[in-house]
T-cell receptor, first 110, second 114 residues
């Protein structure tokens, strides 16, 4: 059983469409992070959300942390082919461990 | 920003041999290092958490005698895959943390066991 479940697992959309990726857990996190990873490389941090209900925007990406700090979402507006990659949520539920979500593989078709 | 160096980037070995992967924090002292394993198009699976000077904490299902982790200093942790077999072929990534700050990731090691 994964601590952080992401949905959908795979997503293939046309350029210009909008999409939302969800990250859910039964555990409370003091913070959650979102990463994007390219094949053969380490993950790159996109954002950290800390406060329940917090919304952060990074250009066309909008991140939200759930009020109870158990879930988060990533919304991409007008997706571009350059957005293609593996999106991962991650966090430390306490105890100095750091877990990644199950991942969402996004393909944006030109 | 902080840099974590992971070496080698890729390694091919024969079945039955052991492979050592190094993870170094170049400009900070890492109190904790994490080791992950990743299969194609899947997420990173935490294998173990390593604190300097103490034994690593392994996740359930990870064989500690198979995947030996040593964190002898605040800047170096090593993962040794002992008696590697083809099913051990995977992408291994380390990350380092200073206190409870954000994680810094190595660039990963692609292991192929023939």
């Amino acid at each position: 059983t994964q601590l952080l479940e992401q949905s959908p697992q795979f997503l293939s959309i046309q350029e210009g469409e909008n999409l939302t990726v969800y990250c859910n857990s039964s555990s409370v996190f003091s913070s959650l992070q979102w990463y994007r990873q390219e094949p053969g490389e380490g993950p790159v941090l996109l954002v950290t959300v800390v406060t329940g209900g917090e919304v952060k925007k990074l250009k066309r990406l909008t991140f939200q942390f759930g009020d109870a700090r158990k879930d988060s979402s990533l919304h991409i507006t007008a997706a571009q082919p350059g957005d293609t990659g593996l999106y991962l949520c991650a966090g430390d539920p306490g105890g100095n461990q750091f877990y990644f979500g199950t991942g969402t593989s996004l393909t944006v078709i030109p | 920003g902080a840099v974590v160096s992971q070496h080698p980037s890729w390694v091919i070995c024969k079945s039955g041999t052991s492979v050592k992967i190094e993870c170094r924090s170049l400009d900070f002292q890492a109190t904790t290092m994490f080791w992950y394993r990743q299969f194609p198009k899947q997420s990173l699976m935490l294998m173990a958490t390593s604190n300097e000077g103490s034994k690593a904490t392994y996740e359930q299902g990870v064989e500690k005698d198979k995947f030996l982790i040593n964190h002898a200093s605040l800047t170096l942790s090593t993962l040794t895959v002992t008696s590697a077999h083809p099913e051990d072929s995977s992408f291994y990534i380390c990350s380092a943390r200073r206190g409870f700050e954000k994680l810094f990731f190595g660039s990963g090691t692609q292991l192929s066991v023939l």
